[in-house]
């Protein structure tokens, strides 16, 4: 069964960097889309990232765009999202996320299933 071991988050000030890393484990990840989202407390889920497996194409959230940075590793089943210039407003958990089409990851529903405990991004100062 496929999960994700998200790592790589923690407290940084306005403006640092983190870099986060996606382990799956259970299914091979090649054939997949895969990417990022996050959930900030009483906000909705927002899609942050995805390369794809149809078009190797990386897509990025408007909000993201220019700060962040995603590559995937397919011999180390893994997906690695490198965050500079970040905001209070980048707080929030984020997942890791595979699936046909980057389309579900960013915009993910409701009800699509976390595979893992995500990891907490918080930008303060």
């Known amino acids: 069964q496929l999960q994700f071991v998200e790592s790589g988050g923690g407290l940084v000030q306005p403006g640092g960097s983190l870099r986060l890393s996606c382990a799956a484990s259970?299914?091979?990840?090649?054939?997949?889309?895969i990417g990022w989202f996050r959930q900030a407390p009483g906000k909705e889920r927002e899609g942050v990232s995805c390369?794809?497996?149809?078009?190797?194409?990386?897509y990025y959230a408007d909000s993201v765009k220019g700060r962040f940075t995603m590559s995937r590793d397919n011999a180390k089943n893994t997906a690695y999202l490198q965050m500079d210039s970040l905001t209070p407003e980048d707080t929030a958990v984020y997942y890791c996320?595979?699936?046909?089409?980057?389309?579900?990851?960013?915009?993910?529903?409701?009800?699509?299933?976390?595979r893992g405990q995500g990891t907490q991004v918080t930008v303060s100062s």
């Open positions: 259970g299914v091979t990840v090649d054939p997949y889309s």
């Open positions: 996320a595979v699936d046909q089409m980057c389309v579900t990851i960013m915009y993910p529903q409701p009800d699509f299933a976390t």
């Open positions: 390369i794809s497996a149809a078009d190797g194409n990386t």
